[in-house]
């Protein structure tokens, strides 16, 4: 059934995607792919693999932008501008049009817990869930003719047979700078949505009144170069110097 | 967008297919004519081509048939089930003529009704897709109906020249729809042109509080199916001739052609042949308007695309 929830949902699963801590190494794009190609559903193709045009569906990729501030440079290190690695998958929407547009009731949002979900043996391949999504979070799959997309890895995060700290979508798990975090932001005190207050989380494309469940932080105000210059230590002073070392410097002088 | 050949012959086809029944369904061509026959019969073959064409993207077509499932909240649902039923008043309507040389009132007209709604249908796909601005609008489906409608008055103006009804109001009928499809398809791209972007590099990143956004590095140094699918681009200059090239075949040429014809009257083989160039004339320039409805349109997802 293509219909949203009516009520909503008591959970809402999702991710915390901090921008200020990732540094775009892109593992959790490949762990993603690794995961998802021997999980839930077909594999996740690709087209041409070892050719010059290569290309295939990827449920989570990482842009990277620059962020330059009202009379910024963009001149290196010396400007303000700034590089802001960005990962990007399903956010599990609250008011998923990619849902409501299907045809075939292969797409659904789950009542329980709020994970979007394709039931790859309705789908037709007709594309119009990846037109109706703003944020380019489907692929088709162009082997199998059914759109592939993020499950919060539903068969790890409920999958018993797995260490309970494995029981996280697998780009959480691997995220090596934990910039990624997985838990209901239905609960106002569930560790996410904690997180989500302090650093003040944020929708991405509000204005398509998607309500998006996974929150992003943004990344941290930053000192400019130039401001911090005058804290460092100037290498040429030995003012304050203590101990031994003024001892040294002492008789280094005196040499 | 990506302008797919099999959509834009589908939604092409079936316009003209849908706005020929309708004519038909509204008693404005003789029903016992041979003509007529002939334009029942090419109805319901453009609007099956048309349909059949439409499921040449699916990647799997063999599951089509659970499209008819989801008419509850999705326009692709509901528009593969009005197509189905306004089958039948058609085939009735069609079977009347053909078969008895009658025209039945209630067919004919629940069918012209039913061809309109599926339209509307088909339009709706498009206009209810937030992420599309461009389609973001009413002017979508009014477009769409009024474009079947000229088509359908422009076919139906073939027929009546063939000897299957009268020679002044059909054409002139044609000329109406005509001016008013690419009047309001006018109006249609001007807001596309003077649209500010609901969504930006900014808004798609959150990061706009800091400053302006750029995008520095996408995620793959090659194409994917977002970049393919929403992605397509047509170099400005181009676009503006194919608009003018649009404009001119499907609306100033049949609208001449059919001025002309319906100014000096009369049946026979020339008027017939005119008429159908006319006829031609509009297919192509509508194909034309319908790729670039589609490579036209951005899709909010190149924000991340940097495009």
Redesign the interface.
Known sequence: MTSLPSLPTPKKLGLVIDLDTCVGCHACVVSCKEWNTGGYGSALSDQDPYGADVSGAWLNRVHSFEVVPEGGEVVGEAGQARIVHFPKSCLHCEDAPCVTVCPTGASYKRSADGIVLVDEDKCIGCGLCAWACPYGAREMDLAAGVMKKCTLCIDRIYNETLEEVDRVPSCVRTCPANARHFGDLGDPNSAVSILVAERGGMDLMPEQGTKPVNKYLPPRPRKSLAESAHTLPLAENTEGAKGFFAWLDGMLDRI | ?HPAFSIIIFTTLSGLGYGLAGVLGLDLLDPAATATKCAHALALALISVGLLSSAG?????Q??W?????W??????RE?VMSIITFVPLLVSAWASIAEGRYLALPGFLGAVLCAVTVYCTSM?YA?????QAWHTPLTPVCYLLFAAAGGFVLASVFAFAGGGNTRVLPLLAIVFLVAAWATKLRWRKRMKDLVP??T?E?????G????????????V?????TR??GFKVARKHAEKLWRIALVAGGVVPAVLLLALAALGGQGTLPVTIASLAALAHWAGVFVERWLFFAEAR???M???GG
Request: aromatic share 10%; net charge positive.
């Open positions: 967008m993207h699916l990647g799997n077509p599951r089509a659970r499209a008819f499932s989801q509850r909240s999705s326009w692709l649902s593969g796909i209810s897709l937030k992420s599309v609901l969504s590099p808004s798609a990143t959150g990061l509080n800091i400053g302006r956004v750029r995008l520095f590095e996408r995620p793959h090659t194409e994917n199916y977002l699918e929403m899709h909010s997802v924000n991340y695309y």
